[in-house]
């Protein structure tokens, strides 16, 4: 019997394994949608539709630099054991490729790009590796810088990726420059480059906030204008990268480290792993009894 496009679709909606999965399934069988799913259990590839709804919020950070483009994203797991495995490792290295490559503007229309050239797309090249690892496995989020020839990448993993900086230091190529600026940005975790970045509303909330605590202290209204401004520039300084100290020359800011080295930071992206999502409670006793017993 001829395996058509709608059998194979029809064959990933009840098990959730992968496009090339199902047709080599539906052409073992000869067609056979039972037999078919069957054989995908018998692979262990349908396990992978089960583990859609359990909870991944470990995982790692990851960055790929080709060329003049970068790409810093992050993938999460169930476990961190996982992301210690050789195939998450080179899962890591083929969705970097892809995405410096193919340049996506969003993670559902990376998902829906084909892979390697082979026709198999970059969604069903996950849900394959969630049948061979094991786990559920998504990709999160991304973002792609681009620079010029001038410019100089600022990357920086943390704790095997646990954490993930990337950064462009425009009009300079020092790429140990570049790298501090982002160990910086790991370590502390600005919010904004500068104060002008920070939204006018956000502003004028801390404003009020700091207005109605020197109040509360009971100072003078005619000398609460002034305080209020001093402890907005002192906010200012501690969520803005270039007005914070920087930590490998705290007596100086980063804004002077950056144009000493004749650059400057325009922007900067930082994934920390699992950072908003909900994350299990479930112990190290309790998961392996847990595996013991499926």
Not at 98 to 110: M, Y
Not at 133 to 156: Q, V
Not at 233 to 251: G, M, R, S, T
Request: glycine share 8%; aromatic share 6%.
């Amino acid at each position: 019997m001829a395996v058509n496009a709608k059998m194979v679709k029809e064959l990933r909606e009840k098990t959730g394994a992968g496009m090339m999965d199902c047709k080599k399934a539906l052409t073992e069988t000869d067609g056979d949608m039972e037999k078919a799913m069957e054989w995908l259990r018998e692979k262990g590839i349908s396990k992978a539709q089960k583990k859609a709804d359990r909870i991944a919020a470990e995982g790692a950070a990851a960055i790929e630099i080709s060329g003049n483009t970068a790409v810093l994203f992050e993938v999460n797991c169930e476990t961190d054991f996982v992301t210690k495995n050789d195939s998450f490792k080179t899962m890591l290295q083929d969705l970097g490729k892809h995405l410096v490559s193919q340049k996506p503007e969003t993670v559902e229309a990376a998902l829906e790009q084909p892979l390697h050239g082979d026709g198999q797309k970059l969604g069903d090249y996950i849900t394959d590796m969630i049948a061979k690892i094991g786990e559920k496995i998504s990709l999160r989020r991304f973002a792609l810088k681009e620079k010029t020839d001038n410019d100089a990448f600022g990357a920086y993993l943390h704790m095997g990726g646990n954490i993930g900086v990337l950064t462009v230091l425009e009009g300079s190529t020092d790429e140990q420059a570049a790298k501090d600026v982002a160990m910086h940005v790991a370590a502390v975790n600005p919010r904004y480059v500068s104060q002008q970045d920070i939204p006018e509303e956000e502003a004028n909330a801390e404003r009020e906030m700091l207005k109605t605590q020197a109040l509360n202290e009971g100072k003078p209204e005619n000398i609460v204008e002034k305080m209020v401004e001093g402890r907005l520039n002192k906010f200012f300084a501690e969520i803005c990268l270039l007005e914070q100290d920087f930590v490998k020359d705290p007596d100086q800011k980063v804004k002077q480290f950056v144009e000493a080295k004749g650059g400057q930071i325009n922007a900067f992206d930082r994934f920390e792993v699992g950072e908003g999502m909900e994350k299990r409670e479930e112990n190290f006793a309790d998961e392996v009894m847990s595996q013991v017993k499926k």
